[in-house]
């Protein structure tokens, strides 16, 4: 499986970006996929989690502010963050789980106060 992240960016806090992650090699339907991120000298952490269903789980710090959704005509899977905060800074992940973790290059979100 290969993983295509795009849409990172700076942005004022309170703003918003869209995340958008496009996968091959696979069959896209059958993946699970998410995102996750990694601020600077802390660990990797989960954001959103998506089925190959459709069901949605979100990390505390994401509720109510992001939404992750998945296009399965277009093998994508999109993250969309509104109402972004400073601690939001972090270099955001795509992953995709069939068995097998698949990760990603990193897309850079900076958030400005």
């Known amino acids: 499986v290969q993983l295509q992240a795009s849409g990172g960016g700076l942005v004022q806090a309170g703003g918003s970006l869209r995340l958008s992650c496009a996968a091959s090699g696979s069959n896209f339907r059958g993946l699970a996929m998410g995102w996750y991120r990694q601020a600077p000298g802390k660990q990797r952490e989960v954001v959103a989690l998506i089925s190959n269903l459709g069901s949605q789980n979100y990390a505390d710090s994401a509720k109510g502010r992001f939404t992750i959704s998945r296009d399965n005509a277009k093998n994508t899977v999109n993250l969309q963050m509104n109402s972004l905060k400073p601690e939001d800074t972090a270099v955001y992940y795509c992953?995709?789980?069939?068995?097998?973790?698949?990760w990603g290059q990193g897309t850079l979100v900076t958030v400005s106060s």
């Open positions: 992953y995709a789980y069939t068995g097998v973790n698949y």
